[in-house]
């Protein structure tokens, strides 16, 4: 296939690349530097210097690959994000989802291109304790006002891309090489210098997906499953009081302290505290049947002591 990767030097976008390559398809891979550029075509790409919200650029760059798949790994995040100002931290992210998404599917719709795109599987509105999502359950349906331009941001990018009847892929929280959850990751740097407390109970539960296995399934979706939402999370959605101890023993770092939900919201604001105490699970039932994938690390559990990179 002649595929258009956008956000091919990325967490995902990095391992997926040489698996399509292996798999023979041909790759054009778009990046914003020059020198990022030149690795790309050492490792066998076409590689396109553009901006994603360059739309003219966007448009003839996917015009020239003659892109069969359109695949949007794009994402703007920093490398730590500060749960207090989530609004700063988030803002090129929330464009590249929005306006980046409607450029991408533009332009793969004018060369007829699959489209398949990131999103997330840790937005769904609340439900009784211990639920666990599949992808009919709505979105976020009141965000506080902080999040607000984020929640409208992953909604218009799904949108768009089932609008398109193309393939949107909601991630879990990802661990594994390059990710913030790996060895030399944000989150392992925190623990070691005991700034990541279990907040209140730890009874927010999340659902992980290892990086390869993101990738994998976005391999998939090439040719299965058009037109649909799929959670891509592992099998084991975990409460933090489990994984956050987990984590720091496979990082070395000492137990994680347990600090009251009050103070976390005061240290952390709303947002920190809330994906402490409040996220929910997802299910991958859908694209294990669909996809015809399944993740080769079913559990964080192993994957933490085995694949942090
Ligand atoms: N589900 C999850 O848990 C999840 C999802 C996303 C991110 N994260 C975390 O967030 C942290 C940071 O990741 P990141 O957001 O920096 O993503 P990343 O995956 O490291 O890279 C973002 C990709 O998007 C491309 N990109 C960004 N803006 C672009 C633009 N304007 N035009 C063209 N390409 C553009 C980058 O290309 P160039 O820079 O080469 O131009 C790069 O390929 C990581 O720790 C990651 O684990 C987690």
């Known amino acids: 296939m002649r595929i258009f990767l956008a956000g091919a030097t990325g967490v995902i976008g990095s391992r997926l690349l040489p698996r399509l390559l292996e798999d023979g398809h041909d790759v054009t891979a778009m990046t914003r530097s020059g020198e990022r550029a030149e690795r790309l075509r050492a490792a066998g790409a076409v590689a396109v210097v553009a901006d994603a919200l360059d739309e003219q650029a966007v448009r003839a760059a996917v015009e020239a ?27 090129l992210n929330d464009r590249l989802r929005d306006e980046g998404t409607r450029i991408l599917a533009a332009a793969a719709g004018a060369v007829g291109a699959r489209l398949i795109a990131q999103s997330v599987a840790f937005m769904y509105e609340p439900g009784p304790p211990g639920t666990i999502h599949d992808e009919d359950d709505p979105l976020l349906l009141e965000p506080p006002p902080s999040f607000a331009r984020t929640a409208a941001a992953v909604k218009s990018l799904e949108r768009t891309v089932l609008a398109a009847g193309g393939t949107v892929l909601r991630y879990g929280y990802f661990y594994g090489p390059g990710s913030g959850v790996a060895a030399d990751g944000s989150f392992a740097a925190d623990l070691r210098r005991r700034r990541m407390p279990v907040v209140g109970r730890g009874q927010g539960v999340w659902s992980f997906i290892h990086v390869d296995d993101a990738a994998a399934a976005t391999v998939s979706a090439l040719t299965a499953g058009s037109g649909a939402v799929y959670n891509v999370v592992d099998d084991d959605p975990a409460r933090v009081s489990e994984w956050l101890p987990a984590l720091a023993e496979a990082v070395g770092a000492p137990r994680p302290m347990r600090v009251p939900t009050f103070v976390a919201r005061l240290a952390a604001g709303e947002y920190g505290a809330a994906t402490m105490t409040m996220s929910q699970g997802a299910s991958n039932a859908r694209a294990r049947r669909e996809l015809g994938w399944a993740p080769a690390h079913r559990s964080w559990r192993e994957g933490f002591r085995t694949a942090l990179g």
């Open 65 to 91: 690959a003659a892109a069969e798949a359109v695949i949007h790994q794009l994402t703007a995040l920093p490398k730590r994000i500060d749960p207090r100002r989530i609004e700063r931290d988030f803002a």
